[in-house]
């Protein structure tokens, strides 16, 4: 895979994955949320292999610079990019977790269709992110902080709600929600985290006439890390890809 760091007007984007000399064939477009593990969603590379895909973190998550995690930055600074590299193509994006708020917040006309994967759209409920995150303040470093307040309103003092409900407002394409099937509520002991889409999230996703819910049963917020969240999501993917290819 290419890796590529692209400066832009909103600050520089650090991209991977592969271009594919083709311009009549559709592209795909990932972003992967907060702290990720090293190589997330490089998969997705190898799920399309005739197709360009680019593969592109949060600025500021491992070791990519950026100036702050302004999430609705980050989506301008993305259609840059998307100009830049994926000229004259048809765009499917795939947004995961906090990815998937940057991914709604783009507004590059050759975006056809979105899949998100685990979005949230208020912080206030997300208990697991209060309580994991909290506890590990203390002896964070200084961008982790940056990143757990900006993103999620969680500081020492407590949690700030972070209110992304804007962004169903401004939808423009279809979007295709996956989410996992391990509810929220109430807050309780669980082994791993559960879905991070409350129930409000998710009623406001069923209601949208723009967007199809799905659901992944037996998983929580980890849904790309499982085998059957990852091939329902590669499946709808496809279905969105399949009818823009060229033979």
């Known amino acids: 895979m290419k890796h590529l760091s692209l400066p832009t007007s909103h600050g520089p984007i650090h991209v991977v994955g592969r271009l594919m000399a083709r311009a009549d064939n559709p592209a795909v477009v990932a972003v992967s949320g907060a702290f990720p593990p090293p190589d997330f969603l490089h998969d997705v590379v190898d799920w399309f292999s005739k197709l360009s895909i680019v593969v592109a973190p949060i600025p500021g998550m491992h070791g990519t610079r950026t100036l702050d ?3 609705a930055r980050v989506s301008r600074a993305l259609d840059e990019a998307i100009q830049t590299l994926l000229p ?3 765009i499917v994006t795939l947004g995961v977790s906090a990815g998937a708020l940057v991914t709604l917040g783009l507004r590059h006309p050759a975006i056809v269709h979105q899949v998100v994967v685990e979005p949230f759209f208020r912080t206030a409920p997300l208990w697991p992110v209060r309580q994991d995150f909290g506890a590990a303040l203390a002896d964070a470093e200084a961008g982790w902080k940056q990143a757990a307040d900006e993103i999620f309103g969680v500081t ?3 949690l700030r709600d972070r ?3 804007p962004l169903l407002d401004g939808l423009t394409v279809p979007v295709d929600a996956v989410l996992g099937g391990v509810p929220l509520e109430p807050e309780r002991r669980l082994p791993h985290w559960p879905s991070l889409t409350s129930v409000e999230d998710r009623a406001a996703l069923a209601a949208h006439p ?3 819910v799905h659901h992944v049963a ?3 917020h980890n849904v790309m890390s499982t085998a059957q969240g990852a091939a329902a999501t590669k499946a ?3 279905a969105q890809l399949r009818p823009l290819a060229r033979p």
């Open 163 to 165: 209110d992304y409900r």
């Open 156 to 158: 020492v003092e407590g």
């Open 236 to 238: 709808l993917l496809a």
């Open 218 to 220: 037996d998983v929580g």
């Open 69 to 71: 995690f302004d999430l």
């Open 88 to 90: 004259n193509r048809r």
């Open 210 to 212: 723009r967007v199809s």
